[in-house]
């Protein structure tokens, strides 16, 4: 919400100097969020100019320039530049005759977008200022031709500061309204706001004007919702004001204070209504009485009905939308925007003004079933002061009557449905013992008088009738939430709490921090990505076409429907961003949940709104439409995994890079992993190994690491080498033991070695390794495979690997020929098993 400074300052004092960021910081005391600040961006000299004479020059682009002579400033005085009198400006448009007054910017101005005016040289004259359009002031986005005062009802002195005239030294100050507080949609909600935080009087914008009671138009509300069986309409004021003048211009204040606000001026009928709004935060609608045929009908819509709203959209009606109707039918989609049909226009003489109070739940419905948020319905939605509707009528007729030159006329009509507000209890020690602060009696109720309840003291607490501006409040909760907030929230004390022995973070909680910490630590960057993906992008990693998968029924991109089975095409997709701006070594990682529904997805069921609370029945249907959200791991790396340094060649990351990750997230929590071969979809054919570990039930897969398919690679614009795995966390976790048992440190020498054997090609290497460990015995503390050459003085159909192997006893200097002894004895093993022989 903006808040224009001049418009605040009606309702509540601010202090001398008061600026934009000295109110916002008020009122974050009472809990509103500062955002930001407004201007025009327009900086003097900006002076009343008028246009003495004019010479048309056609130019050889097709173009017909004005040189103009403006008076800027009265005969025989000193321009506000310190200028001539009289300048002369070169001008491209032509909607302006000779003794118009205009704006003119004199060298020195600056605009917005940091444009400065200069005398400069153009079309052959020296233009000396230029005459601006409103534009170019940002006062509106016409930039048919430049403004002409006159056209605004305006005849002031040449030389006059068109700054102050035209209010561009306004500025507003923008904050934060969350959702509970509706009622600072409106600049009587935050002055009110304002007066609580600095102690300054507020004054009531509602009684600006006079209301008047007015009858015999009709009105018929029938507006019961099909569904939630509720009315929906607490209140409907009907005026009329008869003999308006459509040529009126919109004062140049209001103009100022709407586009300060966030809104841009329309007509002068229009802008009433969107002033009233903002001043008030009731919504109202004006119709061209003329165009409105017979009675107003409140109503929920026809199956099959439509209405085209003002934005030109023609809308297909759904049987809870609520409308306004007359003897045609549906002229509004209440609450939410006005058809076209009634619309006011520049012939309108007659208006019928409507301000009403609608349900929020309706109007919320509306919205997003069409995709439609208007500032009314922005409004409806977090509610409306339902007393509010016959002072934001009575001041729309004032300002139609002061500034379009229109009559009151006794012709309208008043609804009231009937609301029974039930009182609060608070228990008189209720907001001592929630917030740690010592309220007494005295100060709760003035507090809660200050926000506009009404208090009454009894024994044992207080019974207590929130304001009608404040539907949020329902519940003694909700009182002391405000009576913290009024009473400071620098007074309620800082304490950490003891946790209860015996608790903490939970086992999974404890190995995730320990896989994202050891991941971090050794080198990893960790990213986080978007959930949503493509069907294409869904499908990369998918084993199998047909998996169902959850898609969105409104998703904030249509091209990104889906949510992800897998979460490496997010790292992808990081990946080549990183790569579009020169970042090209890299080491990523990523957890979070995937989707896996285990049957197809149908639409959730519907569940009772308001009070009323689901049954166990209903919230077991709700969680089946859930889907499964495991927990996953993935990682990427692309680019070199050592950078070229003097003397040291650079090293490309690849498979082992995968694999290795993985190894450290598995030790993280006390696993060992082995690997297989494997071709998975998305993969590197040749260069990838599917991910195993030993679980109560046996082995388990937790998922595949290697190289990415270079194809899908080269399809993303990255490197054909890039190094990718992915893997459960749940099953790796479901692994892992209760406690890890850290090993002990040797402190006795150790002995090392190196084996290569020579074994069929198509014998994993993982397998070979595990045999050489069984052979070895516990003399041997570590094993690594460090080589695998398939080449020459290495037969056809088999290959070498090399191991090396470090042994070490916990109680004695280990000899050569002990290492050596085991070593033999994995051989001989390992030959046993697979024929495997010494490489000479």
């Known amino acids: 919400m903006r808040i224009p400074l001049s418009w605040l300052a009606e309702y509540v004092d601010l202090p001398a100097g008061a600026t934009p960021e000295s109110v916002m910081a008020e009122l974050v005391k009472v809990g509103l969020e500062e955002e930001g600040v407004h201007g025009f961006d327009v900086t003097g000299p900006l002076v009343v100019g008028q246009v003495l004479s004019f010479e048309a020059e056609p130019q050889s682009n097709g173009k017909t320039i004005r040189w103009c002579q403006v008076r800027v400033c009265a005969e025989g005085t000193t321009a506000a530049d310190g200028g001539a009198d009289v300048r002369g400006i070169v001008c491209g448009a032509s909607n302006f005759e000779v003794g118009d007054k205009v704006v003119v910017c004199l060298p020195g101005a600056v605009l917005p977008g940091d444009f400065n005016i200069a005398a400069r040289s153009t079309y052959g004259h020296i233009s000396d200022g230029m005459m601006a359009s409103a534009r170019e002031l940002n006062l509106s986005d016409d930039h048919a031709g430049i403004i002409r005062l006159q056209a605004m009802g305006l005849d002031p002195k040449v030389g006059t500061d068109a700054l102050e005239l035209l209010h561009l030294d306004e500025q507003a100050a923008e904050v934060n309204v969350t959702p509970d507080r509706g009622y600072c949609f409106s600049v009587r909600g935050i002055a009110r706001e304002l007066s609580h935080a600095t102690g300054a009087d507020f004054r009531d914008p509602k009684s600006n004007a006079h209301i008047e009671h007015a009858e015999g138009f009709g009105l018929i509300v029938d507006d019961k919702a099909p569904i939630r069986d509720a009315i929906c309409t607490q209140r409907v004021v009907l005026r009329v004001v008869k003999g308006i003048d459509p040529t009126k211009p919109t004062p140049p204040w209001m103009v100022a204070r709407l586009k300060m606000a966030g809104m841009r001026s329309i007509s002068l009928v229009v802008d009433i209504t969107n002033y009233t709004m903002l ?12 165009k409105f045929m017979g009675a107003m009908t409140i109503r929920r819509a026809n199956l099959g009905e439509t209405l085209k709203t003002l934005d030109g959209q023609e809308r297909k009606l759904d049987p809870e939308d609520l409308v306004i109707a007359d003897e045609n039918g549906a002229v509004g989609l209440a609450g939410v ?23 929020p739940i309706s109007i919320a419905r509306s919205a997003r079933r069409h995709k439609l948020s208007s500032e009314a319905s922005k409004r409806f939605e977090r509610g409306v002061d339902p007393r509010m509707a016959d002072n934001a009528a009575a001041r729309v007729v004032q300002l139609l009557e002061v500034h379009a030159m229109g009559a009151a006329d006794r012709l309208g009509a008043d609804y009231r449905a009937e609301v029974v507000h039930k009182p609060i209890w608070l228990p008189a020690e209720f907001a001592t013992e929630l917030v740690g602060v010592v309220y007494g009696a005295e100060e709760i109720t003035k507090i809660l008088q200050q926000i506009g309840c009404v208090v009454a003291e009894v024994e044992g607490g207080f019974e207590v009738l929130a304001p009608t501006w404040r539907p949020d409040i329902t519940h003694k909760t909700d009182l002391v939430e405000e009576i913290a907030r009024i009473g400071g929230y620098h007074r309620i004390p800082s304490r950490l709490p003891i946790a209860p022995p015996g608790r903490g973070l939970s086992a999974t909680q404890k190995r995730r921090r320990g896989v994202i910490t050891a991941l971090a630590g050794s080198g990893h960057t960790e990213v986080l990505t978007y959930p949503f993906l493509s069907t294409e992008a869904n499908l990369w990693f998918s084993q199998t076409k047909s998996r169902p998968v959850v898609r969105l029924a409104n998703p904030l991109q249509e091209d990104a429907a889906e949510m992800r089975t897998s979460m490496l095409p997010g790292l992808i997709d990081a990946a080549k961003r990183n790569f579009s701006r020169g970042l090209t070594d890299l080491a990523i990682f990523e957890e979070g949940s995937v989707f896996e529904p285990v049957s197809t997805i149908g639409k959730n069921p519907s569940l009772p709104v308001g009070n009323q609370m689901p049954s166990a029945s209903e919230l077991a249907a709700v969680k089946a439409t859930v889907p499964a959200q495991p927990k996953h791991l993935s990682v990427l790396f692309a680019g070199n995994r050592v950078a070229a340094q003097i003397g040291v060649a650079a090293m490309p990351a690849d498979f082992k890079d995968a694999i290795h990750a993985v190894r450290i997230a598995a030790h993280a929590v006390g696993v060992q992993i082995t690997l297989r071969q494997a071709s998975p979809a998305g993969f590197h054919p040749g260069r990838t190994a599917e991910v195993f570990v030993q679980s109560a039930n046996g082995e388990l897969s937790i998922g595949f690491a290697g190289e990415l398919d270079p194809q899908l690679a080269q399809e993303n614009n990255l490197p054909r080498r890039v190094a990718v795995a992915e893997i459960s966390l749940d099953r790796l976790y479901a692994a892992a033991p209760a406690v890890v048992q850290a090993t002990d440190i040797g402190t006795m020498p150790a002995a090392t070695q190196d084996l290569s054997l020579v074994v069929d090609a198509a014998l994993p290497a993982g397998e070979l390794l595990a045999v050489i460990k069984t052979g070895a015995g516990e003399l041997l503390e570590h094993i690594v495979l460090v080589d695998d050459y398939r080449g020459e003085n290495v ?27 085991a070593r033999d004895s994995a051989v001989v093993l390992a030959n046993s098993k697979f024929g495997a022989t010494l490489r000479a």
């Open 337 to 359: 925007m006005g058809g076209e049909s009634t619309e006011v226009s520049a012939s309108t003489v007659n208006v019928l003004i409507e301000a009403a109070h609608f349900e």
């Open 279 to 290: 001043e008030l935060g009731q919504p109202t609608h004006a119709y061209d009485l003329d």
């Open 795 to 821: 037969e056809q159909g088999k290959k070498s690997l090399t191991f090396a192997l470090r042994f070490r006893a916990s109680d004695r200097t280990l000899t050569q020929v002990e290492a050596s002894e």
